[in-house]
């Protein structure tokens, strides 16, 4: 058996390797690094791939979060809701930007954000929403548009998890993940299900204007060359990059097929477990179906409900079986983003999701042999 790993990015380069090896060694003769031919090529293949007017490439995810929220112009003390349970990428830039965040509990069978808690939470300052479409599936994007309408919020989606997947409205339409708010960011970074071979990171935008206003604060704020008109900062893709996504672009679909039918087979082998809970897929489909197109998992991530969730974590590390817990500590409880107006009892589920995630090996090399492996020693711990 190949070793497992937690993401192999190896199978996905032999596929590739000539075009982006001729694309480099391109760039290389041409010294075209910055701003070449091939990011702007990137940039419309994107714009194309997900139906929005606008991509514009950035350095990471991070960036692309913190620069969509300089664009819509949100200013110090405003308050923008976040979910509990995420990354703390999304609720660091709202505190660089000096902005304050909002954290709320999210949701216990898709891990997203809760949408009672965020309209709990709305206050005449607040000023924005930030759902997190964490682990490759959609929040409830239905409902956070509507609060947002109803309360004049901008949406900015975290789309760092789950590009490529797609969301069912309730009147049945499907929009991209990351297109549907007012602004979406995404992150390159290698391990993301479109990843490059280093940092990158982009904004996506169907509003003319803003797309216009955050070109210029991914370039130090200039619209004119030298014209500095307000104060933005260096975040560029560079073109080696924009190469190496611009070959695994067309396969973006084939990669997510390939970790759903992962997850189909986790879920296959290990339904019987009374102590497991599956991740849940909303919409489109009621479990995993075969043309689902809802959830991408970046990560296959399991509740484990006996209490022994940290003991199967060194049971499958001493299996050679790789695994992760994302997350480990609510970002409310982070010494970073106390706030003594939080109050426990509102993150009652992310306090318990913390004690009961694993996430399982999950990328496109996965092979048969491997997942029957790590699902066989999964369900060996659980009856042992
Ligand atoms: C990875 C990630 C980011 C940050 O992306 P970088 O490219 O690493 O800066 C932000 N939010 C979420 C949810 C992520 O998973």
């Given at each position: 058996m190949k070793k497992i790993q937690m993401v192999d990015l190896g199978g996905q380069y032999q596929e590739i390797k000539e075009q982006v090896n001729e694309s480099i060694s391109k760039i290389l003769e041409s010294s075209s690094f910055i701003n070449g031919p091939e990011v702007h090529a990137f940039q419309e293949e994107l714009e194309d791939y997900l139906g929005v007017k606008h991509v514009i490439p950035c350095a990471n995810g991070t960036d692309a979060l913190q620069i969509a929220m300089m664009g819509l112009g949100l200013k110090p003390g405003d308050e923008v809701i976040t979910a509990?349970?995420?990354?703390?990428a999304t609720v660091e830039v709202i505190a660089l930007l000096q902005l304050t965040p909002v954290l709320v509990d999210v949701d216990m069978e898709t891990f997203n954000i809760d949408i009672e808690a965020v309209e709990k939470a709305i206050t005449s300052k607040t000023k924005a929403i930030v759902p997190v479409h964490l682990f490759g599936q959609c929040a409830n994007m239905d409902a956070i548009m509507g609060i947002a309408q109803k309360h004049n919020l901008y949406v900015i989606e975290d789309n760092a998890q789950a590009i490529g997947a797609k969301y069912q409205f309730a009147d049945g339409t499907k929009k991209m993940a990351g297109?549907?708010?007012?602004v979406g960011a995404t992150s390159f970074f290698p391990s993301k299900n479109l990843g490059c071979y280093g940092d990158g990171g982009a904004i996506f935008t169907n509003d003319d204007v803003l797309a216009h206003t955050i070109r210029g604060i991914v370039n130090h704020g200039m619209y004119e060359r030298y014209h500095h008109d307000v104060v933005g900062v260096n975040s560029r893709l560079d073109s080696i990059q924009a190469a190496v996504l611009r070959a695994k672009l067309p396969k973006l679909d084939g990669y997510c097929n390939d970790r759903r039918a992962a997850a189909k087979k986790y879920n296959e082998a290990l339904k019987n477990e009374k102590n497991i809970v599956l991740p849940k897929t909303v919409r489109s489909c009621e479990g995993i179906c075969e043309n689902c197109d809802c959830h991408v998992f970046h990560q296959y991530t399991l509740r484990?409900?006996?209490?022994k969730r940290d003991d199967l974590v060194k049971f499958l590390n001493g299996n050679d079986i790789p695994c992760g817990v994302?997350?480990?500590?609510p970002l409310h409880r982070q010494k970073a983003y106390l706030?003594?107006?939080?109050?426990?009892?509102?993150f009652k589920v992310t306090n318990q999701l913390v004690e009961e995630v694993i996430s399982l090996p999950m990328h496109t090399e996965l092979d048969d042999e491997q997942i029957t492996f790590i699902a066989d020693k999964v369900i060996e711990f659980m009856n042992s």
């Open positions: 509990d349970f995420t990354f703390a297109t549907i708010g007012h484990i409900i006996n209490g994302y997350y480990p500590i706030d003594e107006r939080y109050n426990e009892v509102d």
